[in-house]
C-alpha cells in the first residue's frame, strides 16, 4: 500500500519561505505523476502543483507561480515543494497525492493521498 506522509510546514510571516517535502513508501515514486494541492478552511480542496515522472514538466495554479516550485527525488522517493514570497492567502492544510494513471491537475485524477500538513502565512 502506497503511503504519503508530508512534513514542513508551520507558521511563516508573509514575504517568508517555506518548503515541504513528502515522503513516499510502499512504492516507488517514479512509477507516479505527483501533485501538491491545498484545502484553505471553509474551501475546497484546489490543485496547485503538478510534476511528471520524470520531473521533466512541471505545472501550476496561477496562484502561485512564479512563488512555488515542486522538484522530485525519485532515488530518495520524495517530492518537494518550495515556497516563496509566502501570503496570507497561502495559509491552508497542504497534501500531497500520487497519481498513477494518466491525470494531470484534477483532484479525481489522484489515486493516493497524504494527511496534509498546516501551512499558515500571518500578515
Known amino acids: 500500500q502506497v503511503q504519503l506522509v508530508e512534513s514542513g510546514g508551520g507558521l511563516v510571516q508573509a514575504g517568508g519561505s517555506m518548503r515541504l517535502s513528502c515522503a513516499v513508501s510502499?512504492?516507488?515514486?517514479?512509477?507516479?505523476?505527483m501533485g501538491w494541492f491545498r484545502q484553505a478552511p471553509g474551501k475546497e480542496r484546489e490543485f496547485v502543483a503538478t510534476?511528471?515522472?520524470?520531473?521533466?514538466?512541471?505545472d501550476y495554479a496561477d496562484s502561485v507561480k512564479g512563488r512555488l516550485t515542486i522538484s522530485r527525488d525519485n532515488g530518495k522517493n520524495t517530492v518537494d515543494l518550495q515556497m516563496n514570497s509566502l501570503k496570507p492567502e497561502d495559509t491552508a492544510v497542504y497534501y500531497c497525492?500520487?497519481?498513477?494513471?494518466?491525470?494531470?491537475?484534477?483532484?479525481?485524477?489522484?489515486?493516493?493521498w497524504g494527511r496534509g500538513t498546516q501551512v499558515t502565512v500571518s500578515s
Open positions: 510502499g512504492g516507488t515514486v517514479s512509477r507516479y505523476r
Open positions: 497525492a500520487a497519481d498513477r494513471g494518466g491525470g494531470y491537475s484534477a483532484i479525481k485524477d489522484y489515486d493516493y
Open positions: 510534476i511528471s515522472r520524470s520531473g521533466g514538466i512541471t
